[in-house]
């Protein structure tokens, strides 16, 4: 099971940066997906973070805006979100991505409980 945090209540043009943590198993040996649900919207994918290389990918709505990195040492995942728009007001959750990000979200796995990010003036 992970567990998300670092989620709240920012202003447009603001920053946030969200904690994908794990207890009783290493995160280095996962993928690790960020997703995030809006109201009335599918769920959706923002980013990954491949098992082996570290390499990232990104949705085109948040390129150039977020970063995803992982602390081995904390073994956590952070999904840094710059530049922050009122369309990414949403719960963001973590998950394992056994597919190694091949981004199929329903083979995704120990989905956390998910984290409310709102982004408002």
């Known amino acids: 099971q992970l567990v998300e945090s670092g989620g709240g209540l920012v202003q447009p043009g603001g920053s946030l940066r969200l904690s994908c943590a794990a207890s009783?198993?290493?995160?280095?040996?996962?993928?690790i997906a960020w997703l995030r649900q809006a109201p009335g919207k599918e769920r959706e994918g923002v980013s990954c973070?491949?098992?082996?290389?570290?390499?990232?990918n990104y949705g085109d709505s948040v390129k150039g805006r977020f970063t995803i990195s992982r602390d081995n040492a904390k073994n956590t995942v952070y999904l840094q979100m710059n530049s922050l728009k009122t369309e990414d007001t949403a719960v963001y959750y973590c998950?394992?991505?056994?597919?190694?990000?091949?981004?199929?979200?329903?083979?995704?796995?120990?989905w956390g409980q998910g984290t409310q990010v709102t982004v408002s003036s």
């Open positions: 998950a394992t991505d056994p597919t190694d990000c091949s981004g199929y979200i329903p083979l995704l796995e120990n």
């Open positions: 973070i491949h098992k082996t290389n570290s390499g990232t």
């Open positions: 009783g198993a290493s995160l280095a040996t996962y993928a």
